[in-house]
């Protein structure tokens, strides 16, 4: 701890002392400094340059439809797919951003930089899911100026949870008074699928020489499907005790999609104090609610959870508020960047089953809170300079988050022992449950960009990170670009990531049980069924993330890459199969388990990407991802349900001087389907694999005039149904639900 505090004492001064720098030293450009007639780019912008990266313009948003979540369009960038948590199925509708194949839980959400961490307020279950719909949904489309996504070892820089990459969505930053409208309808062709409207709207002005004010706004509404969208292909009935009726069977089909209500509202004051030094002030309020339609976790129902999917209630609300300050520095001996950034979450939800069948079933209609709060500080610092006799651009950087998790829910299961023991660091009796969790993790690093010769740029680095409860841990990173002519450059990329435990892996208080049937196979129930507990002896996850390739820059505007990726995954957690005690309950033995971590899986695939001009009005883009695996190594299971392969196409063609036609395809391999139990471990009977499919959309946009133009078009042009067949393992890899036939318009004007 006393090292965390002077890691975080000596740059929170290192920032202050060059913040106050007076206005008369030399500004240089953020992104580049010039060194003896050479230009030496930062060491972070040649990292997003490496083929593991791509960048979503905001021409590319307002050429496409998005719904409700931008991860409708990062889905379409090389190695990128929507997933679930794990390869169970469960949850399978609340789609998440996946980077190669690595899951959802590795890939880093930022917004401008900053880390994005609210979903980590959301139970994980023993499977590895949670009933949360992400982080990539916090900012609207309209209001977003470009995205970054960045792969493999582009990604490791950024600390804890980028192993498998990042996003950083950087939104609009107006220089004048200005003042954009938004809007967006959205109707499917079936009835049975939900509609969507948004509208948003974003204002500026200056407030003075050196101040500038900034709000926006938003409001996003997308329907839930009908609870009986998968009827046709899941004959599932439950039976359960109706307070009226009795014993009562019903049709219980895997639920469609829930729908979902956005409010936004942020707010900035931008300080330019002087030529070298900007301060911005930043807040905003963000509340998503649910509107529920009987999504359940395994296959359980009950009265409260049909009445409340028959009513379309709000079943949980997520809150986010967040706020920061940034300095940004421009000197003569270099740039900087730093902030102080506080983010709360509050999670509130109906309650719901914590064991066996019903589990991850509302139960009851009382709600309960989840609060999450997150610090974070960071300083950055590019500095150029000679090393080892070369033009150098070195980046110097610390960074501490602390994470305190309140969840007085998700600890509540009970422990029945007759001998007076129990489970180990486990407290039987539930008042006395740590419902506070906390992490507290310190980080610095360096990382330089040399130009070894005119052809050879070398960009090693390194991070260390303290963590309170698994130690230090060190991330060495190589990238290289070696230009072998005019055209051609071959790049490479090597780097360790990480991921540290989140707070219910580490809470041994938070209990899980199986009343039996859920037990690991070859430990079955003894007569009082399996406990499974947090474990704060954990280490962290990390993975050796290599990528290699070539990039192709030809006249004309053509452009290519092909790059082959490889990810040893070390020490990935889950819920343990082997049991590490035993007590008794007066009706038998039971078993209880920890999360552990596993040795080894495995992530390779190979990306390429294609675009050139076909014409002076028409451009083609395509890419392709290869997945070649993406197991566990001991048991061989997929880590999540990702395509064999996957195909982007797309055509920019300006038809006239107004009207601009972008017609697009994405083609879905495969999808192989566990052929275990992810729970247990038990083999599955017949499992079913998803079959290829291909999703057709037509996009228009039509300039009214310079500063208003109206969209439209059609999405799943041929009416493609992708239904979900169950709600855990039973479904195979036919998990979730895809769009079908919609149409839409929107209306985009500045003033």
Same mark, same amino acid.
């Given at each position: 701890?006393?090292?965390?505090?002077?890691?975080?004492?000596?740059?929170?001064?290192?920032?202050?002392?060059?913040?106050?720098?007076?206005?008369?030293?030399?500004?240089?450009?953020?992104?580049?400094?010039?060194?003896?007639?050479?230009?030496?780019?930062?060491?972070?912008?040649?990292?997003?340059?490496?083929?593991?990266?791509?960048?979503?313009?905001?021409?590319?948003?307002?050429?496409?439809?998005?719904?409700?979540?931008?991860?409708?369009?990062?889905?379409?960038?090389?190695?990128?797919?929507?997933?679930?948590?794990?390869?169970?199925?469960?949850?399978?509708?609340?789609?998440?951003?996946?980077?190669?194949?690595?899951?959802?839980?590795?890939?880093?959400?930022?917004?401008?930089?900053?880390?994005?961490?609210?979903?980590?307020?959301?139970?994980?279950?023993?499977?590895?899911?949670?009933?949360?719909?992400?982080?990539?949904?916090?900012?609207?489309?309209?209001?977003?100026?470009?995205?970054?996504?960045?792969?493999?070892?582009?990604?490791?820089?950024?600390?804890?949870?980028?192993?498998?990459?990042?996003?950083?969505?950087?939104?609009?930053?107006?220089?004048?008074?200005?003042?954009?409208?938004?809007?967006?309808?959205?109707?499917?062709?079936?009835?049975?699928?939900?509609?969507?409207?948004?509208?948003?709207?974003?204002?500026?002005?200056?407030?003075?020489?050196?101040?500038?004010?900034?709000?926006?706004?938003?409001?996003?509404?997308?329907?839930?499907?009908?609870?009986?969208?998968?009827?046709?292909?899941?004959?599932?009935?439950?039976?359960?005790?109706?307070?009226?009726?009795?014993?009562?069977?019903?049709?219980?089909?895997?639920?469609?999609?829930?729908?979902?209500?956005?409010?936004?509202?942020?707010?900035?004051?931008?300080?330019?104090?002087?030529?070298?030094?900007?301060?911005?002030?930043?807040?905003?309020?963000?509340?998503?609610?649910?509107?529920?339609?009987?999504?359940?976790?395994?296959?359980?129902?009950?009265?409260?959870?049909?009445?409340?999917?028959?009513?379309?209630?709000?079943?949980?609300?997520?809150?986010?508020?967040?706020?920061?300050?940034?300095?940004?520095?421009?000197?003569?001996?270099?740039?900087?960047?730093?902030?102080?950034?506080?983010?709360?979450?509050?999670?509130?939800?109906?309650?719901?089953?914590?064991?066996?069948?019903?589990?991850?079933?509302?139960?009851?209609?009382?709600?309960?809170?989840?609060?999450?709060?997150?610090?974070?500080?960071?300083?950055?610092?590019?500095?150029?300079?000679?090393?080892?006799?070369?033009?150098?651009?070195?980046?110097?950087?610390?960074?501490?988050?602390?994470?305190?998790?309140?969840?007085?829910?998700?600890?509540?299961?009970?422990?029945?022992?007759?001998?007076?023991?129990?489970?180990?660091?486990?407290?039987?009796?539930?008042?006395?449950?740590?419902?506070?969790?906390?992490?507290?993790?310190?980080?610095?690093?360096?990382?330089?960009?040399?130009?070894?010769?005119?052809?050879?740029?070398?960009?090693?680095?390194?991070?260390?990170?303290?963590?309170?409860?698994?130690?230090?841990?060190?991330?060495?990173?190589?990238?290289?670009?070696?230009?072998?002519?005019?055209?051609?450059?071959?790049?490479?990329?090597?780097?360790?990531?990480?991921?540290?435990?989140?707070?219910?892996?580490?809470? !041994? =208080? +938070?209990?899980?049980?199986?009343?039996?049937?859920?037990? /690991?196979? #070859?430990?079955?129930?003894? *007569? &009082? $069924?399996?406990?499974?507990?947090?474990?704060?002896?954990?280490?962290?996850?990390?993975?050796?993330?290599?990528?290699?390739?070539?990039?192709?820059?030809?006249?004309?505007?053509?452009?290519?890459?092909?790059?082959?990726?490889? !990810? =040893? +995954?070390?020490?990935?957690?889950?819920?343990?199969?082997? /049991?590490? #005690?035993?007590?008794?309950? *007066? &009706? $038998?033995?039971?078993?209880?388990?920890?999360?552990?971590?596993?040795?080894?899986?495995?992530?390779?695939?190979?990306?390429?990407?294609?675009?050139?001009?076909?014409?002076?009005?028409?451009?083609?883009?395509?890419?392709?991802?290869?997945?070649?695996?993406?197991?566990?190594?001991?048991?061989?299971? /997929?880590?999540?349900?990702?395509?064999?392969?996957?195909?982007?196409?797309?055509?920019?063609?300006?038809?006239?001087?107004?009207?601009?036609?972008?017609?697009?395809?994405?083609?879905?391999?495969?999808?192989?389907?566990?052929?275990?139990?992810?729970?247990?471990?038990?083999?599955?009977?017949?499992?079913?694999?998803?079959?290829?499919?291909?999703?057709?959309?037509?996009?228009?946009?039509?300039?009214?005039?310079?500063?208003?133009?109206?969209?439209?078009?059609?999405?799943?042009?041929?009416?493609?149904?992708?239904?979900?067949?169950?709600?855990?393992?039973?479904?195979?890899?036919?998990?979730?639900?895809?769009?079908?036939?919609?149409?839409?318009?929107?209306?985009?004007?500045?003033?």
């Amino acid at each position: 701890m006393a090292k965390i505090g002077l890691c975080l004492a000596s740059s929170t001064a290192l920032t202050l002392t060059l913040a106050l720098f007076p206005a008369t030293v030399r500004a240089q450009d953020s992104d580049s400094i010039v060194l003896e007639q050479i230009t030496v780019t930062s060491a972070e912008e040649q990292v997003k340059q490496a083929l593991g990266a791509s960048t979503v313009t905001a021409e590319d948003i307002a050429r496409q439809q998005v719904v409700n979540d931008v991860s409708e369009i990062i889905r379409k960038m090389p190695g990128v797919n929507l997933t679930g948590s794990s390869a169970t199925g469960q949850r399978g509708n609340q789609r998440q951003i996946d980077i190669r194949g690595m899951g959802p839980e590795n890939t880093l959400i930022l917004i401008d930089g900053k880390p994005v961490l609210s979903r980590n307020s959301v139970r994980m279950t023993r499977s590895g899911e949670r009933d949360s719909r992400g982080d990539s949904n916090w900012v609207p489309a309209e209001l977003i100026d470009h995205i970054e996504v960045l792969r493999g070892p582009a990604a490791a820089r950024y600390g804890s949870g980028a192993a498998g990459g990042v996003v950083n969505i950087i939104t609009k930053e107006p220089e004048h008074e200005t003042f954009s409208f938004s809007a967006q309808m959205t109707q499917p062709e079936s009835s049975l699928e939900g509609s969507g409207k948004r509208a948003n709207f974003l204002y500026a002005r200056p407030l003075g020489q050196n101040l500038t004010f900034r709000l926006t706004g938003n409001y996003n509404k997308t329907d839930a499907d009908s609870p009986d969208i998968n009827a046709s292909v899941d004959d599932t009935t439950c039976t359960y005790t109706d307070t009226d009726a009795g014993s009562v069977t019903v049709d219980c089909p895997a639920a469609g999609r829930e729908g979902v209500v956005n409010k936004d509202l942020t707010a900035q004051l931008r300080w330019k104090m002087d030529d070298a030094n900007t301060i911005d002030f930043d807040a905003s309020y963000s509340r998503q609610g649910n509107i529920f339609t009987g999504d359940r976790q395994n296959s359980s129902v009950n009265e409260t959870l049909e009445d409340l999917a028959a009513a379309g209630a709000e079943t949980n609300v997520m809150k986010r508020r967040n706020f920061a300050i940034t300095h940004r520095g421009d000197y003569a001996f270099g740039t900087s960047e730093s902030y102080l950034q506080w983010e709360h979450t509050d999670n509130t939800r109906n309650l719901e089953g914590l064991a066996g069948g019903p589990e991850g079933s509302i139960t009851s209609t009382e709600k309960g809170t989840i609060l999450l709060d997150n610090i974070n500080a960071k300083t950055e610092w590019v500095l150029p300079m000679q090393l080892v006799g070369k033009d150098t651009s070195l980046t110097l950087g610390a960074e501490v988050r602390h994470e305190r998790l309140n969840d007085p829910i998700s600890t509540t299961q009970t422990i029945t022992s007759t001998t007076g023991g129990g489970i180990d660091g486990t407290n039987t009796d539930v008042a006395d449950r740590k419902t506070v969790m906390t992490q507290l993790t310190a980080g610095v690093y360096a990382e330089a960009n040399i130009y070894w010769s005119e052809n050879l740029t070398l960009t090693p680095a390194l991070r260390l990170d303290q963590n309170e409860y698994f130690g230090l841990n060190a991330s060495p990173s190589l990238n290289a670009a070696l230009k072998l002519s005019d055209s051609w450059t071959a790049k490479f990329g090597i780097a360790r990531a990480f991921k540290a435990p989140n707070l219910y892996q580490l809470n !041994n =208080d +938070y209990v899980y049980y199986t009343r039996g049937n859920g037990c /690991p196979t #070859g430990y079955p129930s003894l *007569g &009082s $069924g399996c406990y499974v507990v947090g474990n704060e002896d954990l280490e962290a996850e990390t993975s050796i993330n290599t990528e290699l390739g070539l990039a192709y820059e030809g006249a004309g505007g053509t452009n290519a890459t092909i790059t082959a990726f490889h !990810n =040893d +995954y070390r020490n990935k957690i889950q819920a343990g199969n082997v /049991p590490v #005690g035993t007590f008794e309950t *007066g &009706s $038998g033995t039971a078993q209880y388990f920890q999360w552990v971590n596993i040795p080894k899986a495995v992530v390779s695939g190979v990306e390429g990407s294609f675009s050139t001009p076909l014409g002076p009005n028409l451009d083609l883009a395509t890419n392709v991802t290869y997945m070649i695996d993406s197991k566990n190594s001991e048991t061989g299971e /997929p880590l999540s349900l990702v395509p064999d392969y996957t195909i982007n196409l797309s055509m920019n063609w300006q038809a006239t001087e107004k009207l601009m036609l972008t017609p697009s395809l994405t083609h879905y391999g495969r999808i192989q389907a566990a052929s275990t139990n992810t729970v247990t471990g038990a083999p599955l009977t017949d499992p079913q694999d998803r079959d290829p499919y291909t999703l057709v959309n037509l996009g228009a946009r039509y300039a009214l005039s310079d500063s208003t133009s109206l969209s439209a078009g059609i999405s799943n042009i041929f009416d493609v149904q992708v239904l979900r067949e169950g709600s855990s393992t039973s479904a195979g890899a036919n998990s979730y639900n895809e769009s079908g036939r919609a149409f839409y318009i929107g209306l985009n004007a500045t003033f």
